[in-house]
């Protein structure tokens, strides 16, 4: 056999012919293994976040008047009369891949094994895997440090019959825990596929995973391995992700599964309010969201970070030099621009520890506000509170710890939670593809952690989904028919949801809604099929205008119906005038797409099935250069009965967007740029020692994903114009379409399917590549010389073989003089 020149430590084998062969692998050499023969694909081991909930509130007791209408979840989506029929997921086995389970808790069965509730599980990571150590699995899924895998399973399973009158979706499911999550920190995802795997071999009809990271892209090892297992006719539940701030095709893996159902959250329709005191003036209570009390016994006098409400990035930097010591206020602050985890950060910078902060338009919500102390009010509260402030008035608040709680109709009631991900992916897959209650949900909590509590998230949509896939899997057979089609069932009975309680709103952009909220009892019970769920129009380049559908009559008599199309909101992803995408709430446009039917009223015998055939031409008066993502809904309805196909597509073309960041914005400098560890920008010719901290680094952005990145070594002659900022336009195509290759020296690095950045400075906001020690990527060194680096973005949908189909940009020339070889310790 050939000497393969390749160094790695197996970490991991999975071995499941028809879904997963393969082994986890730390290896230097990437582009060598790829090539070996029978070695079909090299993915990165990459890093899951924890799943962290949007918001968590233990409560009290039966008689703590927090708690939301716990039967509303169910009410709205018709699984009270599933229950009522007695269909609660008897006989199906559900596998919960999340923090563990709680199984001491007597809603969750009191214990483990055959005849319980949660009837087995594994541990493959123990109570100390925080996601860079170790894991050290047993056979105890039991996890009473976390809570949130509890959370979730109480969602699926807990049983009826008890003081919070709250009962899981399927509680005569059998569950399996399998715990992936350590008490706190990440996952990678290797463990993640070993526990998918796991599942699928022990026989889990469901597979459910509350977890994920900003993707972008379908590829994903979990992503395709949850896909693979999904289309063998499991169903397979996958959070859609909690990035909705961060705007659109910011879609999350595992999520992007294929033939995964990723699930949106939709704000319950009940919430929990507590009222703070003024004192100062004379002054209605001031509302504030929140299951408990805020923790302040003092009363404290208000500080506002401005004296005016209009001003739109409240707080998003640091606060100036003359501000007080916040340490004694509540400080008053405007949503909007930034994540309030930022500003909450610039207040602490200052002192401030409490504060409120007023929204901006969207209504009450939970919102996500890390380890501060913070809720969010109403406009006309803030408003309030900073002309007060700002006149000079002597304001204060206290926080009543009791008797000042009220339960109120949420007024975003229904409505997407603004946190759920945005899709589509970034290469027009339907992501996420349909909600269920997450925000604001009651749900059991391990023992040792409070037994009960609220929380918010698509963590907590995606086990409602599986909760209703088993109930699906009940009433219909535990069949691969029965798992294949349940995606399409489920969107096409599903309510649409609007963007906003406001009479005449258009719907919701189904880029975060995905089909809408489920209806399961529709689901369960509809005698026609419509077929399939979701239209991929794709982009302008790859249209795909003209679409079929189909009806089936399962019924025994005629049945007529009227075919019409109802527009959602189109989304402009990007802010207008520049390549950034806009924040969530991602504004939409009225300006949607037009349809023409085959047939606009259509009578179908029973058991007969007919087609439709839609032409659908894209909004016009858009600017593309925003990226606007049109979609909606084409129903099927007659007086009794209503489904509908859900399509969506871009009135733009993705090979067209912006993919490297070239401007000045979040550096004061154009980028891409060479900087060092000292964080000076190197813009002439530097030669480096790579001794100690002398080396260079390359700092760059991502304002769209890209299909594959390219960091190379060339020749400091090269002068390869920087092709940055220039959309690729016919006369390229007819000068530029070079497909010979440029002349590089060796390779520092190369990615496949990385997601774009974003603004936010949580991680996700720019990308840094530390070019030490001095070796090409397959680990050979870089003689001492003058060399270029070359960093090539393939666009998306561009063709890697095509060199005009790479956004490029050159360095300055980089000098490499070692001075003593043994100083560098190469990799290898
Ligand atoms: C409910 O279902 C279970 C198991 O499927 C069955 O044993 C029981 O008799 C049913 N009860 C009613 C009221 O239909
Ligand atoms: C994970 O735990 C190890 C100790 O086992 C610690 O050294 C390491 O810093 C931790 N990593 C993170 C990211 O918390
Ligand atoms: C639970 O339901 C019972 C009966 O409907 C009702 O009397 C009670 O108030 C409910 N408890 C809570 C906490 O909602
Ligand atoms: C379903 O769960 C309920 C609540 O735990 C239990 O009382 C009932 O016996 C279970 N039904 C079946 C058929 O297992
Ligand atoms: C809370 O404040 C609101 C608005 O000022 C008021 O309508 C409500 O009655 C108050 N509720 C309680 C329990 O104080
Ligand atoms: C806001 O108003 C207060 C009270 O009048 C004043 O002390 C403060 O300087 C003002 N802040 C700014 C930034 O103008
Ligand atoms: C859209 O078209 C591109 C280019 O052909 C393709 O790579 C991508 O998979 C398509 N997307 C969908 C959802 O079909
Ligand atoms: C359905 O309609 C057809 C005519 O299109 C008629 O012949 C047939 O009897 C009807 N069937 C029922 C069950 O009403
Ligand atoms: C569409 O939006 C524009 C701008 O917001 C508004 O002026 C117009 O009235 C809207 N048209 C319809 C039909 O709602
Ligand atoms: C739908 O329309 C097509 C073309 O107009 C027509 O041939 C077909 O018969 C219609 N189908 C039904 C079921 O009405
Ligand atoms: C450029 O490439 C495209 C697609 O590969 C091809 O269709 C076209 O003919 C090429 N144009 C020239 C001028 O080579
Ligand atoms: C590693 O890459 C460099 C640059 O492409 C090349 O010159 C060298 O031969 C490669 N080394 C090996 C061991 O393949």
């Avoid at 016919?730 to 440029?742: F, L, V, Y």
Wanted: aromatic fraction near 8%; glycine fraction near 10%.
């Amino acid at each position: 056999m050939r000497k393969r020149e390749v160094m790695f430590d197996v970490d991991r084998e999975f071995n499941l012919p028809g879904i997963f062969v393969g082994a986890a692998v730390t290896l230097t050499h990437r582009d060598h293994i790829a090539a070996i023969p029978g070695v079909l694909a090299v993915r990165p081991v990459i890093n899951v976040p924890p799943p962290k909930p949007v918001s968590l509130h233990v409560v009290t007791g039966p008689n703590d008047p927090a708690i939301p209408d716990t039967e509303s979840t169910h009410v709205i989506t018709g699984v009270d009369k599933l229950h009522a029929m007695n269909i609660t997921g008897k006989g199906i086995k559900i596998g919960i891949i999340d923090t563990g389970t709680d199984y001491t808790h007597p809603l969750l069965g009191g214990g483990i094994g055959p005849g319980h509730k949660v009837i087995g599980g594994f541990d493959f990571v123990g109570d100390a895997y925080n996601g860079s150590n170790t894991p050290k699995p047993d056979n105890d899924p039991l996890d009473q440090c976390n809570g949130h895998g509890t959370h979730v399973a109480g969602i699926i399973g807990a049983n009826p019959g008890n003081a919070f009158n709250i009962s899981g979706v399927a509680f005569n499911a059998s569950l399996t825990s399998y715990r992936i999550f350590g008490c706190n920190g990440s996952v990678t995802d290797d463990v993640i596929v070993d526990a998918l795997m796991r599942g699928q071999k022990e026989g889990q009809h469901i597979l459910t995973m509350s977890l994920g990271g900003a993707d972008g892209w379908t590829e994903g090892t979990a992503s395709v391995v949850a896909s693979r297992i999904g289309s063998t006719g499991r169903i397979i539940t996958i959070a859609a992700g909690n990035d909705g701030a961060k705007g659109a095709f910011y879609t999350s893996g595992p999520g992007n599964a294929i033939d995964g159902i990723s699930v949106a959250s939709l704000d319950n329709t009940v919430i929990p309010l507590q009222n703070a005191t003024v004192h100062g003036v004379t002054r209605a209570p001031i509302t504030y969201f929140d299951a408990l009390p805020l923790p302040v016994k003092a009363t404290l006098p208000i500080f506002a970070t401005s004296n005016s409400t209009t001003v739109e990035d409240d707080a998003c930097n640091p606060l100036p030099d003359d501000t007080p010591d916040l340490s004694k206020f509540v400080v008053i602050v405007r949503r909007g621009t930034c994540t309030f985890v930022q500003k909450l950060t610039n207040i602490a910078a200052k002192g401030g520890n409490i504060s409120l902060i007023y929204d901006n338009g969207s209504g009450f919500s939970a919102i996500a506000v890390g380890d501060f102390i913070s809720a969010l009010i109403q406009p006309a509260d803030g408003e309030f509170l900073v002309k007060s402030f700002a006149s000079g008035k002597k304001v204060s608040l206290s926080f009543p710890q009791s008797g000042a709680a009220f339960s109120f109709p949420d007024p975003t009631g229904g409505l997407i939670s603004s946190f759920t991900s945005y899709g589509p992916t970034n290469d027009m897959f339907f992501k996420p593809a349909v909600a269920a209650p997450g925000g604001n949900i009651l749900s059991t909590l391990p023992i040792p952690l409070g037994s009960f509590g609220v929380e918010s998230g698509t963590s907590m949509a995606t086990p409602f989904i599986a909760g209703v896939s088993a109930l699906l899997f009940q009433k219909n057979g535990v069949t691969p028919v029965v798992g294949r089609t349940s995606t399409a069932l489920l969107e096409t009975t599903a309510q649409i949801v609007s963007s906003s309680h406001t009479k005449g709103a258009l719907p919701q952009t189904a880029a975060q809604q995905g089909a809408g909220l489920v209806d399961a009892f529709k689901a369960l019970t509809a005698d026609t099929v419509v077929f399939p769920g979701e239209l991929l129009l794709n982009d302008t380049a790859n249209f795909k205008g003209t679409q079929t559908f189909t009806i089936n009559n399962r019924g025994k008599v005629n049945k007529t119906f009227r075919i019409t199309h109802i527009p959602a909101g189109t989304m402009l992803s990007l802010t207008n005038g520049s390549d950034f995408p806009a924040d969530g709430p991602v504004p939409l446009s009225n300006r949607t797409a037009t349809v023409k039917f085959s047939n606009t009223t259509i009578t179908v015998k029973p058991g007969q099935t007919v087609e439709v055939t839609a032409k659908i031409t894209p909004p016009t008066g858009l600017d593309p250069a925003q990226l606007p993502v049109f979609s909606g809904f084409f129903q099927v309805a007659n007086a009794n009965e209503s489904f509908h196909v859900t399509y969506l597509g871009l009135a733009a073309s993705l090979k067209d967007a912006q993919v490297v960041d070239s401007s000045n914005t979040f550096f004061g400098v154009n980028l891409p740029v060479i900087t060092n560890p000292q964080g000076d920008f190197i813009t002439q010719p530097t030669t480096f020692t790579f001794v100690g901290q002398d080396f260079p680094e390359l700092l760059m952005r991502l304002d769209f994903g890209t299909p594959k990145l390219l960091l190379d070594l060339v020749d400091p002659n090269e002068n390869i114009p920087t092709t940055l900022n220039q959309p690729s336009t016919s006369k390229d195509q007819a000068s530029g379409n070079s497909t010979t290759p440029i002349k590089t020296i060796g390779s520092l690095f190369e990615a496949d399917f990385l997601p774009r950045n974003t603004d936010q400075d949580d991680g996700s906001g720019f990308n840094l590549f530390d070019v030490t020690p001095p070796t090409f990527a397959n680990g050979t060194k870089i003689p001492n010389g003058q060399y270029k680096i070359l960093l090539r973005a393939l666009k998306v949908t561009g063709n890697p073989g095509n060199e005009s189909d790479f956004e490029s940009w050159l360095s300055p020339t980089i000098g490499v003089n070692v001075p003593n070889e043994e100083d560098v310790i190469p990799i290898l």
